[in-house]
């Protein structure tokens, strides 16, 4: 198998643990490597000019520094707790490997991500008014990184998995970024909302086409659900739900959060909903 370049963001989220457990874990089963690194979002208001001027009283200065040195703090000490439980037998060296951040965040983490093939984060990096609003959201979108987001520190291995396939790029980016991943599902169910796709024979939404790429690699497709729903994004979310799905697989916006006021329709029904099973999403 070829091992993936994981990396793990820690941006003083409440759950951050989940992402830093759940790259451990994938690094163990696909024999690769993630590097955890943490993010500090500019407080509110705060822009990139404005750093680089003297318009930032001292105080605000001492309250960032504070900051990231607690979330470097809390970053060091996951990656110790974690690093027994990301090792196997294949490794050469070290399989979690802390990022030291001597830039700003952003710069960092686009330093970064040139080389990542997933990004790991927790849901409330995602959701309300976390990172993804700002910075690291466009850092990620330029990149185009995969992004896997932890609903909780729990593995998905051996649980169903689920693809919301329409036959867009983005789909297929997030199929392929999850391929190493469904290795380890149960099975896989193909989800679609038919009134919207073209599923005739050769077509790029037919399911046979997502079914076969997963096939050749010896990955079961158990079924294709027929999913009906006004809010298409909350009737995908309830039949992976339905199916016991531990990872939903799914294509994502097009434009950045910045450009589409909170993301739209069913990217923002995905990335808002704790409860679901963990989430791969590209764009």
């Known amino acids: 198998m070829h091992p993936l370049s994981i990396l793990a963001v820690v941006t003083d989220a409440a759950d951050d643990e989940a992402a830093v457990a759940i790259a451990a874990d994938l690094v163990r089963r696909c024999g690769s490597q993630a590097r955890v ?104 979108m330029d990149a185009r990184a995969p992004v896997y987001v932890a609903r909780n520190s729990e593995p998905f291995a051996g649980r169903p998995a689920a693809i919301a396939w329409d036959g867009s790029l983005e789909a297929g980016r997030a199929v392929r970024a999850a391929a190493p991943l469904l290795k380890d599902a149960a099975w896989v169910t193909i989800l679609q909302v038919p009134a919207r796709l073209d599923t005739s024979p050769g077509a790029a939404a037919d399911p046979r086409r997502v079914a076969d790429y997963l096939g050749r690699r010896d990955i079961a497709v158990k079924d294709v659900v027929k999913v009906d729903g006004v809010k298409i994004g909350t009737a995908l979310l309830a039949a992976a739900k339905g199916a016991d799905a531990g990872l939903l697989v799914a294509g994502a916006y097009h434009h950045s959060r910045l450009q589409e006021a909170l993301f739209g329709g069913a990217t923002r029904d995905f990335l808002g909903d704790a409860s679901g099973p963990h989430l791969l999403i590209a764009h």
């Open 37 to 140: 690194i943490s993010f500090v979002a500019p407080p509110l208001g705060v822009t990139a000019p404005t750093f680089a001027g003297a318009a930032i009283s001292p105080q605000i200065w001492r309250d960032i520094e504070a900051r990231e040195k607690a979330i470097e703090a809390k970053t060091d000490s996951l990656v110790r707790k974690y690093a027994c439980a990301a090792a196997h037998s294949s490794a050469s060296g070290p399989v979690l490997v802390r990022v030291p951040v001597q830039e700003p965040g952003w710069v960092a983490v686009m330093a970064e991500l040139c080389l990542v093939d997933l990004v790991v984060l927790a849901q409330s990096s995602v959701t309300g008014e976390g990172p993804w609003t700002g910075a690291l959201g466009e850092a990620l």
